[in-house]
């Protein structure tokens, strides 16, 4: 019989490896947004979305490091 604890732990992991996929698919998503908006000069919108891009590195450093409980 698997202890409540064990699934716990299991069910804990693969949330955070779901949030963190998440996470570095929008930082994938942003990186290509950044570049078409750089391409065509909206240097305001390249720079609101690199500043979203930073706090999610952050976030995705945090969730690797376990800083963040549950994500």
Do not use: F
């Not at 949330?15 to 078409?36: C, F, P, S, T, Y």
């Not at 952050?58 to 409980?69: S, T």
């Amino acid at each position: 019989m698997l202890s409540d604890h064990w699934i716990t732990q299991v069910r804990d992991a693969m949330l955070k490896q779901q949030r963190m996929a998440a996470v570095a698919g929008r930082i994938e998503r942003l990186d290509a947004e950044v570049a078409r908006l750089a391409a065509e000069g909206y240097m305001v919108d390249v720079d609101r979305l690199l500043d979203e891009r930073r706090n999610l590195e952050w976030h995705l450093c945090a969730l690797r490091a376990d800083l963040v409980p549950n994500g």
